[in-house]
């Protein structure tokens, strides 16, 4: 199991313990308001989204590094967070990062302080050679932890990802290892 910890989280795989939380964090509307794509509907699809994400924590080829965010002092699951592979050779690899919180955790550094514990540990233990990550333009919360990182702006693709029925313009982040 990865383990990385932070002055106030231990970032670490998903156990079933986690399902009550991640099914909290998956089917609430407004903590999916920007990511619709991944967001669950039933008890039943968050079970089998986070065995997916335990399952792949074990597979000897692992592309997804998905993981729970705990907060140290009461061991309370508060998030997720984790990346998924691209591409990887001798010389590194490629990976997008993404993230969401519990409401009541928002705006406290957590999610900054989670990002930077995970990307150590993509770039130092996986020879990452780049992380990138985006969000919908007007999701500027996301947007400041991306600034917050020391990621820089690759791109503003206009109306790139259909929203609510609108299509909605996209930035896109990127971090190097060098």
């Known amino acids: 199991m990865i383990k990385l910890t932070t ?49 792949e924590s074990k597979n000897e080829n692992r592309k997804c590094y998905f993981f729970a965010i705990v907060e140290k002092e009461t061991q309370r699951h508060m998030g997720s967070i984790g990346f998924t592979i691209f591409e990887k050779n001798d010389t590194g690899g490629n990976c997008e990062l993404g993230y969401f919180l519990l409401k009541e955790f928002w705006c406290k550094g957590y999610t900054t302080e989670a990002a930077e514990a995970v990307i150590d540990f993509a770039f130092n233990t996986l020879n990452m050679h780049k992380i990138t990550t985006g969000c919908i333009a007007e999701n500027v919360n996301s947007e400041k932890i991306m600034l917050k990182l020391d990621m820089v702006k690759e791109g503003h693709l206009r109306q790139h990802v259909l929203h609510d029925s609108i299509w909605k313009d996209r930035v896109e982040y990127a971090l190097f290892r060098s």
């Open 7 to 55: 002055d106030r989280l231990i970032i670490r795989d998903h156990i079933m313990d986690d399902l009550e939380t991640h099914h909290q964090l998956m089917s609430d509307p407004e903590i999916m308001t920007y990511i619709q794509d991944i967001q669950t509907h039933s008890f039943e699809e968050s079970k089998q989204n986070l065995m997916y994400s335990i399952k």
